[in-house]
């Protein structure tokens, strides 16, 4: 079965960075496209960055961009996101995912179990 399993959240101060992993199983990976979402507090789900099968084409949402980095170790069936700068509104769990394609990264059949990101001094 699909399994995806985050790890590396934690507390930072601002202006801090983090890098989260997700591992991957029952699926092949190399060929999917993945992305990472968050809920923060009180709100919803939003997606953050997605990434192609190769790594060629990544999308970031307007919040994160220049500030979060997303790669793949496709041999190591794992996903990436490193978290620099960060804002306090950046806390949030934070889930990867499996959406249909890298247009539409608000929309998954799979998501992990989050891994909670807390920025504050």
């Known amino acids: 079965q699909v399994q995806l399993v985050e790890s590396g959240g934690g507390l930072v101060q601002p202006g801090g960075s983090l890098t989260l992993s997700c591992a991957a199983s029952?699926?092949?990976?190399?060929?999917?496209?993945m992305s990472w979402v968050r809920q923060a507090p009180g709100k919803g789900l939003e997606w953050v960055a997605g990434i192609t099968p190769y790594g060629t084409n990544k999308r970031y949402s307007l919040g994160v961009k220049g500030r979060f980095t997303i790669s793949r170790d496709n041999g190591r069936n794992t996903l990436y996101l490193q978290l620099t700068s960060l804002k306090p509104e950046d806390t949030a769990v934070y889930y990867c995912?499996?959406?249909?394609?890298?247009?539409?990264?608000?929309?998954?059949?799979?998501r992990g179990q989050g891994t909670q990101v807390t920025v504050s001094s």
């Open positions: 995912a499996r959406p249909p394609s890298i247009t539409k990264l608000d929309e998954y059949d799979y």
């Open positions: 029952g699926f092949t990976f190399g060929n999917t496209v």
